[in-house]
T-cell receptor
Framework: DGGITQSPKYLFRKEGQNVTLSCEQN?????MYWYRQDPGQGLRLIYY???????QKGDIAEGYSVSREKKESFPLTVTSAQKNPTAFYLC?????????????FGSGTRLTVV | GQSLEQPSEVTAVEGAIVQINCTYQ??????LSWYQQHDGGAPTFLSY????GLEETGRFSSFLSRSDSYGYLLLQELQMKDSASYFC???????????FGGGTRLMVKP
């Protein structure tokens, strides 16, 4: 079955540590996205990519980095520069245009700073 | 920029009808879509309105009025499993990326 796989489901980060969240899709979608969701809040865009080897900053990119070396994969690194990383992270993919034809989301990674 | 406004919370009883409103401000417009998210889960796509009017999908319907920059999601015959957060979303000016509203938490009571 086609879909998006995010791993791990739960992740714990120590102060000053970088961690990488995995996102893999087999939907043959060109566009991929990372969103952050805080409790009781909406989704805020961190980074997005519309094509391999290209990506753009979203609204809250500071303290995060991404890569898009393969169409299927869009990993997100939460760096030590991100001062408040505890949140629920969602990866999504879609055809590039128009985006209104539906995003497919992964099941999310819940990151906690310990 | 774009912004979408929704009520933060709505409560209704099982079997009732509930309407979740969404007002938006955007310089370009490619339509309005709705997503459902259960606690701890992934958002799932519910519906999409490109043109004015009502779109019906089973117990759920979505309405759009572009002249009023307004849309709503209508849930009928509410069931306990409908308790979730509901997000409206609209693409950016280029049409290639979604901006989400803050979400409406629906609580269905027996």
């Amino acid at each position: 079955d086609g879909g998006i796989t995010q791993s791990p489901k739960y992740l714990f980060r120590k102060e000053g540590q970088n961690v990488t969240l995995s996102c893999e899709q087999n939907l043959n979608h060109d566009a991929m996205y990372w969103y952050r969701q805080d409790p009781g809040q909406g989704l805020r865009l961190i980074y997005y990519s519309q094509i391999v080897n290209d990506f753009q900053k979203g609204d809250i990119a500071e303290g995060y980095s991404v890569s898009r070396e393969k169409k299927e994969s869009f990993p997100l690194t939460v760096t030590s520069a991100q001062k408040n990383p505890t949140a629920f992270y969602l990866c999504a993919s879609s055809i590039v245009f128009p985006a209104n034809y539906g995003y497919t989301f992964g099941s999310g990674t819940r990151l906690t700073v310990v | 920029g774009q912004s979408l406004e929704q009520p933060s919370e709505v409560t209704a009883v099982e079997g009732a009808i509930v309407q979740i409103n969404c007002t938006y401000q955007t310089s370009g417009f490619y339509g309005l879509s709705w997503y459902q998210q259960h606690d701890g889960g992934a958002p799932t796509f519910l519906s999409y309105n490109a043109l004015d009017g009502l779109e019906e999908t089973g117990r759920f319907s979505s309405f759009l009025s572009r002249s009023d920059s307004y849309g709503y999601l209508l849930l009928q015959e509410l069931q306990m499993k409908d308790s979730a957060s509901y997000f409206c979303a609209a693409p950016n000016n280029a049409g290639n990326m979604l901006t989400f509203g803050g979400g409406t938490r629906l609580m269905v009571k027996p």
